[in-house]
């Protein structure tokens, strides 16, 4: 009976192999046609138990290994037996007990791997999970990302739209100032020079909220002046 395969060899595949061992030998005993081929073989069988015994004690097997105990026990007595029928008599035993520790040995062994792949299947779904649940936080980052971007790009927008709300203001402001003070200076009759616009198209929307106040503020105070040296000019 051959050993249940598990990806690295375990005590229980090494304890098979012994007791596998243990088995053929003690079949070759009660095959035999004389005593001494029997005490041969039948010691063989009990080295072969006595080597699996470690290992059956490592991999768990009691069953497996109380048969071996008991397969030993037996064969211990043939080395002392005088006829080959009393020596037989022992080996038959043995040879049903070790052909029992086999198939104890199978199960454990068979009881092992479902134990590893259960525990690797386990440890495979939680690298599963693991591995969705850092795409979904990779997911989570790249989305607060495009969500921060969009926040910016439509702060920008914001901000600019309030820039150029400012500028008209302003600019409608000289433009009702100019022509106030145009129709000031008409009124009083006084020889004057024209007041006209004299900001440049310069486009403001890249200056900051305070410069573009900054700016309007020092023409306003540009126009205002030169309209009082107007005024004050006047005959």
């Known amino acids: 009976m051959a050993s ?3 990806n690295a060899q375990t005590d229980c595949d090494v304890a098979n192999s012994y007791l596998v061992n243990a088995y053929s030998h003690v079949k070759d ?14 010691n063989r069988s009990v080295e072969s138990f006595k080597l699996s ?11 497996a290994l109380n048969l071996a105990n008991k397969g030993i026990d037996l064969l211990a007595k043939v080395e002392y037996v005088e006829t080959y029928e009393d020596g037989r008599f022992y080996v038959k035993r043995a040879r049903d007990i070790s052909k029992e520790s ?17 525990e690797s299947k386990e440890l495979s779904d939680l690298q599963h999970e693991q591995l969705a649940l850092k795409q979904q936080q990779e997911a989570l980052k790249l989305k607060e990302k495009q ?14 739209l309030e820039k150029k709300q400012l500028i008209i203001s302003y600019n409608n402001a000289i ?7 145009n ?3 008409k009124i009083c009759d006084c020889s004057y020079e024209t007041i006209e616009n004299i900001i440049s198209s310069e ?14 503020t020092n023409n306003l105070k540009i126009l205002a002046s030169n309209y009082l040296s107007e005024l004050n000019a006047c005959h």
């Open 53 to 63: 015994k470690e290992t059956l004690i490592t991999c768990g097997c009691k069953i």
């Open 175 to 181: 433009t009702s100032n100019i022509k106030t003070y």
């Open 102 to 118: 086999v198939i104890e040995i199978d199960k454990c062994s068979l009881a092992l791997y479902n134990n590893t792949a259960n």
């Open 147 to 160: 969500i921060k971007t969009k926040l910016a790009q439509q702060k920008e927008k914001a901000l600019t």
């Open 183 to 185: 129709d000031a200076l």
């Open 29 to 42: 005993a009660y095959d035999s046609n004389n005593i001494s081929h029997l005490k041969y073989y039948a």
């Open 4 to 6: 249940v395969a598990i």
């Open 203 to 216: 486009d403001m929307t890249s200056k900051s909220i305070a410069d573009i106040r900054r700016f309007y």
